[in-house]
């Protein structure tokens, strides 16, 4: 599946509603399984699993690529290119003020995938 089709139906995703049950329940269709797993793949890497927490994380509900820079021991460059790793991923939504990027989590698509990895509590006798 492409970026630009993964993109495109995360968008879709009703963030009120989940999209399956947890996969500790049952199987999530194919079709699901296809659009969110370049979701957990994005993830899948320690920069940008850390720099996914520090955008979900901020204050104010987005932060600039400034603040997210310095935190690491990493080029500029590459920073960015974590970061377009996740937008195409669907994961965050970007908008440039003159010459800095601010970022913001798309809370539909990270309830989703919490949903998903949810585990159900046994219920106590």
Request: hydrophobic share 45%; aromatic share 4%; net charge positive.
């Amino acid at each position: 599946m492409s970026k630009q089709k993964v993109a495109l139906a995360l968008s879709g995703l009703n963030a009120a509603t989940p999209c399956c049950a947890p996969i500790s329940e049952q199987r999530i269709p194919a079709e699901t399984a296809a659009v969110l797993a370049p979701a957990f793949k994005a993830l899948g890497d320690p920069v940008r699993l850390q720099l996914m927490s520090m955008i979900a994380s901020a204050p104010a509900g987005e932060i600039c690529v400034c603040d997210l820079t310095p935190a690491f021991d990493l080029s500029g460059p590459t920073i960015s290119h974590h970061l377009k790793t996740l937008r195409e991923a669907g994961l965050v939504d970007a908008e440039r003020r003159g010459t800095w990027v601010y970022y913001r989590a798309r809370p539909g698509i990270m309830r989703q995938l919490a949903g998903l990895l949810e585990v159900g509590v046994p219920v106590s006798a």
